[in-house]
């Protein structure tokens, strides 16, 4: 056991940048780690192909997946960064291995310039909401959002239905 810097049990763990490689092994935990949500074709290949200088994948030590953050700095708005996906194994949850897959993006992203990361997720993941938060996140209530699941949220944000809690963390 141990020893992330706040004592997180990350020590069979090895992070490394991914690459297009890895994209069917990603997007075939993605719907099982979000809960059986169908979330998988929110990670089309260019992701890993462009984005993998500001993104990590995690490895157990039998090399099966332990975790992936896919970031990136905004193009329109350097001063900008933005978290599109993190998750764990679901078998390792509340170790710190989310805490440092953010650490380690705050830092890539940091060096690039950046000066604030926006995230969304959505508002019936109570998980993400409270992890958030957690992480320095603030949760916007400004217009337009109203409380969803207990958390101001952005109806329709993303089309139809698709409602977001979005997040911002100044660096
Ligand atoms: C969200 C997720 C990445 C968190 O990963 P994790 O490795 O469990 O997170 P950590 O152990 O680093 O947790 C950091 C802090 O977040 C908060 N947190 C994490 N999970 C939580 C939960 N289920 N309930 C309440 N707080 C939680 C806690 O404050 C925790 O610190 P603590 O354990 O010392 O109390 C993980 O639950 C996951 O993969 N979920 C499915 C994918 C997803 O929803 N991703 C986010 C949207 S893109």
Redesign the pocket.
């Known amino acids: 056991m141990t020893s992330g810097e706040?004592g997180?049990d990350l020590d069979d763990l090895t992070f490394r940048r991914p690459t297009e490689a890895d994209h069917p092994r990603v997007v075939d935990v993605i719907d099982h780690?979000?809960?059986e949500r169908r979330?998988r074709h929110l990670l089309p290949r260019l992701w890993l192909e462009h984005f993998s200088g500001t993104s990590w994948i995690v490895e157990r030590e039998d090399g099966r997946l332990a975790?992936f953050v896919v970031a990136f700095v905004s193009q329109d708005r350097p001063d900008t960064g933005y978290?599109?996906?993190?998750?764990?194994?679901?078998n390792?949850?509340?170790?710190?291995?989310?805490?440092?897959?953010?650490e380690r993006t705050f830092a890539d992203l940091a060096a690039r310039g950046v000066r604030r990361v926006q995230?969304?997720?959505?508002p019936g993941?109570?998980?993400?909401v409270?992890?958030?938060?957690?992480?320095g996140f603030r949760v916007d209530d400004g217009p337009g959002t109203q409380r969803l699941y207990g958390t101001p949220a952005h109806v329709d944000h993303d089309g139809p239905d698709e409602d977001r809690v979005v997040f911002t963390r100044d660096l």
């Open positions: 706040d997180a780690w979000w809960g979330m975790g978290v599109h996906m993190i998750a764990a194994e679901p390792r949850r509340r170790r710190g291995l989310g805490r440092a897959l953010y995230a969304v997720t959505w993941n109570r998980t993400s409270a992890f958030h938060r957690a992480l």
